[in-house]
């Protein structure tokens, strides 16, 4: 192990040694671009200038002879003259063909009584710099840029590796929560890092790779290291987008460079997160498609060679396993693939305990209810949540972490930002307060629809208002009759506008569009339509389509439509029937703004 640690630090020494030469190669071809655009700017200026103030050679002589020339300056060794005519401020160059025998006329002119000035200075060494600066310039730009190639073919070695000595993060799992089940998968993988020949002799093949996906944020790297803590090997890690560059053949080259890291370090993992980044199917396209090909080829070539003898396991991740080649999904290569799911009531409030250890939380702040109104969110969020309530108390100066912060910072992470200070005209306020009303009353007569938690018309985010309802139940499954209650109840607000105002607004504008996507799905992917049957049109290509009949895609929007105009329809009715409570709930949003759990059922309960 100490042998192993000391060659870690010798190749994090090189990689750090690496990186820096071809940072100094970069601002050093930098530097020489720069220089370059600079000078082609002065000498394209120059050259412009020039080309205004030149005399012709046969100009000069009459000029002379007519004797308008005060001054003429010359240079040793140049064949450019420097000119001064009388009653002229600007001074013109003139290009002389014979010096000497320009000179010798000068002189005979002069000695005619013409009153011209002849300089003649030592050719000057930094005249002359510029142009040989330019003329190897190109040259410059060229080695520096081959040098950096070079260095850039040498970053195939790229990977973060941490051993059990220095893992930035010593993740264990029990530092993973709300995955149970999937941990119990995963514990084998650890037995076989630990003990592969155990296996081998009962003829156990060692799995070459799991594949873990699922939302972002649900876990997956954080797993894969635990993976890595547990069984106290290397983890290498390393992104998928690393491997992609705009060099062709770079990407095949860090595949295979990563894995012969990996054959050294062995017993060890490899971990390549957003894997779909080189991992999507193959395509016959060129520039970068071919690129992406080959890097894919060259990772499907390094997992058929691990041998017996290396015990090596890949772990990848991705939130999108649709866009995965199949050739990676088969057995020998990714040999399991686990599904990293949103947390369960139970994994949100071991989720909330772990991450609420180190923050000091008021005796009123109830995890069990904060976890039951999270129905949904990632661990990732749930911890964010924490950390904006942490936010909210200081910028508050409280003491402790009080219930109504992680309240607001749940508002924060999901609605937005509060503005109590935007100004708004009592007509816009008017119609908020119904809009949101006619949302809250709607759902309250609706019995798949929860309870409402909260409706204000203080703006938060791109919202004029919102309503807030409690997720206390996980919901794997939703029924047609829940979707079309949910359509009347998006469709409330814009129902209170027309039935209140006689008139619309474009406030209703995300609930039309999360209205007609519920719609669609309804009909295109969960076969709800009584006319069309259970059939799944979505994603379809047109060939597809034609086989399901003429005029298909009129009949699915005709069906859209109906489940759309259906809805809003049973939202006004809802709403006449209960015009005195809506009425109510707008009056109480108007003096008070806000309106929570209790002061809502409080108006329905009074008759």
Do not use: W
Not at 258 to 274: M, N, S, T
Not at 307 to 331: F, Q
């Amino acid at each position: 192990m100490n042998k192993n640690k000391k060659n870690n630090k010798d190749k994090d020494k090189n990689q750090k040694e690496q990186n820096r030469k071809l940072l100094l190669s970069l601002v050093g071809l930098m530097v020489l671009i720069a220089i370059l655009i600079v000078g082609i700017v002065i000498y394209n200026t120059k050259s412009v200038k020039e080309e205004e103030n030149t005399l012709a050679y046969t100009d000069l002589i009459k000029e002379i002879s007519y004797g308008n020339i005060e001054k003429v300056e010359l240079t040793t060794g140049s064949k450019n003259a420097k000119v001064n005519l009388r009653n002229e401020e600007e001074e013109k160059t003139a290009l002389i063909p014979d010096t000497e025998a320009f000179i010798t006329l000068i002189q005979e002119k002069v000695a005619e009584g013409n009153e011209i000035e002849l300089i003649q200075k030592p050719q000057s060494f930094i005249a002359q710099l510029p142009s040989t600066l330019f003329s190897i310039l190109p040259t410059l730009i060229m080695v520096a840029l081959f040098i950096m190639i070079f260095k850039m073919q040498g970053l195939g070695e790229k990977g973060k590796v941490y051993d059990e000595t220095e893992r930035k993060t010593k993740v264990r799992f029990d530092d993973v929560a709300g995955l149970e089940e999937e941990k119990e998968e995963l514990i084998e993988i650890v037995d076989f890092l630990k003990r592969p020949e155990k296996y081998t002799r009962m003829g156990a093949r060692v799995p070459k790779g799991v594949l873990l996906y699922g939302k972002p944020g649900t876990g997956k790297t954080l797993i894969a290291k635990a993976i890595a803590g547990e069984a106290d090997v290397p983890f290498i890690s390393m992104s998928g987008s690393e491997f992609i560059e705009m060099f062709a053949g770079l990407g095949a080259s860090r595949v295979r460079k990563l894995f012969e890291k990996a054959r050294k370090l062995a017993p060890c993992i490899v971990f390549i997160d957003e894997i779909d980044a080189i991992g999507s199917r193959r395509s016959s396209n060129s520039g970068a498609e071919t690129e992406n090909n080959q890097t894919l080829n060259q990772l499907l070539v390094e997992m058929d060679g691990f041998g017996s003898e290396e015990t090596i396991i890949v772990l990848a991740a991705t939130n999108r396993p649709e866009m995965l080649d199949k050739a990676l999904l088969r057995p020998g290569r990714f040999d399991r693939q686990i599904t990293i799911p949103t947390p369960d009531l139970k994994g949100r409030l071991e989720i909330l305990k772990i991450h609420s250890k180190d923050k000091k939380l008021s005796d009123d702040v109830n995890l069990e209810s904060i976890a039951e109104d999270t129905a949904g969110f990632t661990g990732a969020e749930l911890e964010n949540i924490l950390n904006e309530a942490a936010i909210v108390a200081t910028k508050a100066k409280h003491e402790e972490i009080e219930n109504d912060d992680i309240e607001e910072a749940v508002k924060k992470v999901t609605v937005g930002l509060e503005k109590r200070e935007r100004v708004i005209s009592d007509k816009d306020k008017r119609l908020t307060a119904y809009h949101e009303a006619g949302h809250a009353v709607v759902s309250r007569y609706l019995p798949t629809q929860t309870n409402v938690k909260e409706v204000s018309i203080i703006p938060r985010g791109v919202a004029g208002g919102y309503t807030m309802y409690k997720s206390n139940e996980d919901k794997y499954y939703i029924s047609k009759t829940e979707m079309q209650e949910k359509l009347i109840a998006l469709l409330g607000g814009r129902a209170a506008e027309r039935l209140v105002l006689d008139d619309i607004s474009t406030g209703a504008s995300n609930d039309i569009e999360v209205a007609t996507q519920i719609a669609r799905d309804m009909v295109t992917k969960y076969g709800m339509s009584d006319t069309l049957g259970p059939i799944d049109f979505q994603g379809k290509e047109p060939y597809e389509m034609q086989m399901f009949g003429e005029n298909i895609g009129d009949k699915i929007g005709e069906e859209v439509k109906t489940l759309i105009d259906t809805a809003y329809n049973d939202a006004i009715i809802l709403l006449k029937e209960h015009r005195d409570k809506l009425d109510k709930i707008a009056e109480t949003l108007l003096q008070k703004e806000k309106i929570n759990e209790q002061e809502f059922n409080q108006i329905f309960e009074q008759e």
